[in-house]
């Protein structure tokens, strides 16, 4: 069987932990009903399982279980609370606030509400991919009905301030929004202490199925509106119709539950694990990193590599290790990250960026490994520019 390469790409996806596919089974087959069915026991059992996973969301977060509801995932919820907000509170004001950096799951939906005749400020962001809080305080107008942020970026793993921008919000009167899909099992959130309006999760990149997140969406002080983008059945308090996928919902659960039982340990590991990587590295010359140093995920290292080609770098490293370029692919043409530009670098060094996404199971061998194959390749590649 030929060698697979490392696995580095934690924030594509994570794999499935062993524990949270045993707590899945028993749901696609003996206690496989619908949750909606409260007329007998196979649809008492799923309604129970569906409660409970609500319930460990809920607490994950510091929200109440009423506030969660499930989607297919963050995609779907960032649509709902960005277009579900803009619906419901579009006779208050039609002008949003985001940033440059924001993934297309929150930027393409904005875009969509442009052409619909909202306003859609795009922030800036500094060089170390922070938010400027007195150009987003600046950015505020009266007519401004919602601030979408997301909590850590899916590219650089920088950090934003959220109790900073949720205070700022709240003071405005202005809904918060952030995308967590990176965040949840990995930092600390508290939608209360950091006053968010609405959150958005996934199960995939911590270690749950694919196809199931959920948004938080507030009850009180404010109570938050939001149109549902589905409609069919009225689940999920008429927010989000489709019959609930039980076994992906147990899933996310046990996963974001293992996630925080685990999270001081191994935060710990893997940061440590990224420092080593970093360390490798720094001993070639031309090497930069992207995003905050420290206010970053702890398994997160985005760098870009002077005098290489960046499509050869990837490839070269395929054999090594699976990572992300900082490029978004199209099957015409590969465009510098928008991400990085915002960040003031330039398309040619944007496009030999690699994004290193480092999880749970990774080893200080394999990182070793990879830091001595990737400096071998970068080193073999500026040689060959040379010629």
Request: hydrophobic share 40%; with cysteine.
């Amino acid at each position: 069987m030929p060698h697979r390469p490392i696995y580095l790409d934690c924030h594509a996806t994570t794999p499935v932990d062993d524990r949270v596919l045993a707590a899945m089974l028993p749901y696609f087959t003996e206690h496989f009903g619908n949750p909606a069915s409260v007329t007998h026991l196979y649809g008492w059992e799923a309604e129970a399982a569906v409660k409970q996973a609500r319930e460990i969301l809920a607490d994950a977060i510091h929200a109440t279980p009423e506030e969660i509801v499930f989607t297919s995932g963050a995609t779907e919820a960032n649509n709902l609370a960005i277009k579900g907000v803009a619906e419901a509170y579009f006779s208050q004001g039609r002008h949003l606030i985001t940033l440059q950096t924001e993934h297309n799951a929150v930027l393409d939906p904005c875009g969509y509400l442009r052409s619909l005749g909202f306003e859609v400020t795009f922030l800036s962001v500094q060089p170390d991919g922070l938010i400027d809080l007195t150009q987003l305080e600046k950015a505020i107008r009266p007519d401004t009905i919602l601030v979408s942020i997301m909590a850590a970026n899916n590219e650089i793993g920088v950090l934003q301030p959220l109790t900073e921008i949720g205070a700022i919000c709240h003071q405005h009167e202005v809904l918060f929004h952030t995308d967590a899909a990176q965040a949840i099992g990995k930092i600390f959130l508290d939608v209360e202490a950091m006053q968010i309006d609405l959150m958005s999760l996934t199960a995939h990149k911590v270690y749950g199925p694919k196809g199931i997140g959920a948004l938080y969406v507030r009850r009180r002080n404010p109570r938050v509106q939001v149109a549902p983008q589905l409609h069919g059945g009225g689940h999920e308090r008429g927010m989000r119709s489709g019959t609930l996928y039980t076994p992906q919902i147990v899933g996310f659960a046990e996963a974001v539950k293992l996630g925080l039982t685990e999270m001081e340990s191994d935060m710990v590991r893997i940061q440590a694990l990224r420092n080593r990587l970093w360390l490798h590295l720094q001993t070639l010359d031309g090497i930069h990193l992207n995003g905050h140093p420290t206010q970053r995920l702890p398994g997160n290292l985005n760098i870009s590599v002077e005098g290489v080609d960046g499509q050869a770098l990837l490839l070269g490293l395929q054999p090594i290790a699976a990572v992300s370029s900082g490029s978004a692919c199209t099957s015409a043409k590969i465009e510098p990250s928008h991400v990085l530009l915002a960040l003031g670098l330039s398309p040619e060094l944007a496009y030999t960026s690699i994004r290193f996404g480092i999880g749970r199971s990774n080893t200080l061998e394999e990182i070793d490994r990879v830091a001595a194959g990737a400096i071998e390749l970068i080193r073999s590649l500026r040689n060959v520019g040379k010629d």
